[in-house]
């Protein structure tokens, strides 16, 4: 087979390495949050605060190490399809949420 036919166009895979790095650093980020639930030693405020940081550190974890994001010149393009897919799902949720909370406003019978 020629060189061309094994060309994977520009997309970077990760190492060995890295996916381990990531494996790794995923069952960290999800085991100090269990451990902190089942625990029950935390403040409930500490115990979710530290579960959406950490869940929000494990999005990107997961985006550099097994989705290979970065802003190289092959990447940029993967990148900009990424935040443009996550501006329109924030704006179909957040305005499915304004349209049900409005409706539900206008529907509830006013008590005298």
Known sequence: ?????HDNHGAGH????????GFVLSIILTAIPFYMVMDGGFTRHATIL??????LVQVVVHLVCFLHMNMSSEGRWNVMAFIFTVIVILL???LSLWIIFSADGLMMPMVN
Request: without cysteine; neutral net charge.
């Open 14 to 21: 990760g190492s060995l390495g890295s996916y381990a790095i």
């Open 50 to 55: 530290t579960m959406v940081i950490l869940g």
């Open 1 to 5: 087979m020629s060189a061309a036919a």
């Open 92 to 94: 179909v949720v957040g």
